[in-house]
């Protein structure tokens, strides 16, 4: 999310000055690719890159197919193959083996609906949502692009209703599953490919504890675009001055910290105040609630301490509460700075949310990203 935050950033900076631009998105992979399906990149007239489609080998050749697209004011579909061997044909060396679909979409300001349009809507909310972008591999010239934004129920679009219908249901459901998907649509005796975009919000994190410890580990959570909340009981530590990164920073004791924020079962917990009793009395208010990873620096036998004694007080705790909770908290790097084990830290969640193992990818014999979904067929 942070990178299309970015993008829409560029695009407000890009009309301020007067310049034209267009979005570069990914939208289909085959094989081996530095970048997935709903990897973007806003590029402006004058060869200003916002994003990235890849680790850097595409960026020069999509800067001058957008530069086509911005001149043409057409949606170009590019389709990058480096399944053979001798990629240098190609003149991008990608160091991959697969298939890359970008599909360039210049920005038309005039238009009710536009890419940026939809993007800024993404960002304006902590919600789902999902994007519709639908493209033909066999018409170069008919690219409908981005095309529906789904979310709180609402579906904003500019298809027609006959469209609408054939792709409504598969929107809905990977609302519903959140996941994405792809899918086949015939319409007017042609045929569409559509990626179906799952985007969640960026993660919430909220951080007990404002320790110098915590000064790097918002640092990183800041460039990540996590949405982050430092929370402590001391007035003189917890304050905007030392954290100016955190998008939020609350004084409060223990018992008013959860009706102080707007947390579901999607936010994410670190208990790092080195004060025990604060992070048992919050510890209490937590585990019980749902939420699905709560982290606790210090030995476990601290955690072990706090578990004793939240039974000890009458309270019942089973497997689903105990399997959220991380500690000790982190990813076993051998950390011991504090910017060191704020790495190891963010590697766990991001391996939380991810569903990942959090090894080393050497030991992976599967394909580092997964494999994307077969097209299914509708109309």
């Known amino acids: 999310m942070k990178e299309i935050r970015d993008i829409v950033r560029a695009f407000d900076q890009a009309q301020r000055d007067g310049k034209r631009s267009a979005l570069a998105t990914v939208v289909h992979v085959e094989g081996s690719s530095y970048r997935r399906p709903g990897a973007r990149m806003l590029v402006t007239e004058d060869g200003e ?50 298939i890359v679909q970008i599909l360039f979409e210049p920005i038309d300001e005039g238009k009710e609906y536009h890419p940026i349009r939809f993007l800024r809507e993404l960002i304006g909310a902590r919600r789902d949502a999902v994007l519709l972008t639908l493209f033909s591999l066999d018409r170069p010239a008919e690219q409908p692009g981005t095309c529906l934004l789904y979310a709180d ?16 249901g598969d929107v809905r459901e990977a609302a519903l599953t959140r996941a994405s998907e792809f899918k086949e649509y ?18 919430a994190l909220v951080i007990v504890g404002a320790g110098n410890d915590v000064l790097p580990l918002v640092d990183m959570t800041s460039m990540l675009g996590w949405h982050t909340t430092v929370v402590d009981g001391r007035p003189l530590h917890a304050t905007v001055q030392r954290f100016k990164k955190a998008d939020k920073v609350l004084v409060s004791r223990p018992e008013n910290v959860l009706w102080q924020l707007q947390a579901d079962a999607q936010t994410l917990f670190l208990l790092m105040t080195h004060n025990y009793n604060y992070d048992l009395a919050l510890l209490k208010d937590l585990i019980t609630k749902g939420f699905f990873y709560i982290g606790v620096l210090g030995p476990r036998k601290k955690l072990d301490r706090m578990l004793d004694e939240l039974r000890a007080g009458g309270m019942t705790l089973g497997e689903e509460h105990l399997a959220a909770i991380h500690s000790p908290v982190g990813l076993d790097i051998g950390a011991e700075t504090a910017e ?9 969640i991001k391996a939380v949310l991810s ?5 080393s990818l050497k030991e992976k014999s599967d394909p580092i990203h997964s494999r994307p979904a077969v097209y299914s067929s509708h109309g």
């Not at 569903?355 to 090894?359: E, F, H, N, V």
């Open 355 to 359: 569903g990942a193992a959090g090894g």
């Open 186 to 203: 015939g319409w007017n005796n042609k045929r569409y490919k559509g990626f179906v975009e799952f985007l969640p919000p960026p993660p």
């Open 340 to 348: 060191e084990i704020a790495v190891s830290i963010v590697s766990e």
């Open 153 to 168: 129920g609402m579906m904003n679009t500019a298809l027609p209703g006959d469209w609408l219908e054939l792709a409504a």
């Open 49 to 98: 890159l916002t994003g990235a489609i890849s680790g850097g080998c595409l960026e020069g050749d999509a800067l001058r197919k957008a530069l086509y697209a911005i001149n043409e004011q057409e949606n170009k579909l590019v389709t990058y193959d480096t399944t053979d061997e001798d990629d240098v044909q190609f003149g991008v060396q990608l160091g991959c083996n697969g």
